[in-house]
């Protein structure tokens, strides 16, 4: 049974440039949070999809954006890259009305 | 923002030794969740107490849960090498949708297990 599994693992952007990182749950799950980890700090909690819909949204810009697919998997978009949009970006799924989150192994980003 | 702080941000002991670490949060929760992240990897849950439990055990760890102070602790006891990583707290406040899983995350403390 596949774990959530990530890609790419890293990715070196420039300034300005747009990104799009991947995400496939665990199998079964539907739900998928997707959360940014700055150095040093604990994770943030970019938004969660279910049934192919934004369901809640943390503290972030419009910059970010995603989306979920009828296979339950999931992208999350980042435009008009910053320095500061450089960190660790976990994806977890879970099932809807489930408490425990799986996380996968994350993607690196690094914004030149 | 993040939810609250762990402490101590760092922690080195012996193997064998227990390990002890606190968490504050500062609003009402649903529950509280640990995880551990090993060298910036992906997390692993390792234990869940809901706002109406005070205590809760797995194998080597021991988590209480204290509402009126808005406070956690996780032990681990006979800590080994591999113990060696960060530990996070996560608060879920609930959510008005239906879904939980909005975490919002400590801090983290840095724990060192030295043979």
């Known amino acids: 049974d596949a774990g959530v599994t990530q890609s790419p693992t890293h990715l070196i952007k420039t300034r300005g440039q747009q990104v799009t990182l991947r995400c496939s749950p665990k199998?079964?799950?539907?739900?998928v949070s997707w959360y940014q980890q700055a150095l040093g700090q604990g994770p943030q909690f970019i938004f969660q999809?279910?049934?192919?819909?934004?369901?809640q949204r943390g503290n972030f810009p419009d910059r970010f954006s995603g989306h979920q697919f009828p296979n339950y998997s999931s992208e999350l978009n980042v435009n008009a890259l910053l320095l500061g949009d450089s960190a660790l970006y976990l994806c977890?799924?879970?099932?809807?009305?489930?408490?425990?989150?799986?996380f996968g192994p994350g993607t690196r980003l690094l914004v030149l | 923002s993040q939810q609250g702080e762990e402490d101590p941000q760092a922690l080195s002991i012996q193997e064998g030794e227990n390990a002890t670490m606190n968490c504050s949060y500062k609003?009402?929760?649903?529950?509280l969740q640990w995880y551990r992240q090993n060298s910036g990897r992906g997390l692993v849950h390792l234990i869940l107490?809901?706002?109406?439990?005070r205590e809760k055990h797995s194998g080597r760890l021991r988590v209480t849960l204290d509402t009126s102070k808005k406070s956690s602790s996780l032990l681990i006891t006979a800590s080994r090498a591999a113990d060696t990583a960060s530990y996070f707290c996560?608060?879920?406040?609930?959510?008005?949708?239906?879904?939980?899983?909005?975490?919002?995350f400590g801090t983290g403390t840095q724990l060192k297990v030295e043979l």
């Open positions: 977890a799924s879970s099932f809807f009305s489930q408490e425990t989150q799986y």
């Open positions: 199998s079964g799950h539907d739900t």
């Open positions: 999809y279910y049934e192919e819909e934004e369901r």
């Open positions: 609003t009402s929760i649903n529950n």
């Open positions: 107490i809901r706002s109406n439990e």
């Open positions: 996560a608060t879920d406040a609930g959510s008005t949708t239906g879904g939980g899983n909005k975490l919002t």
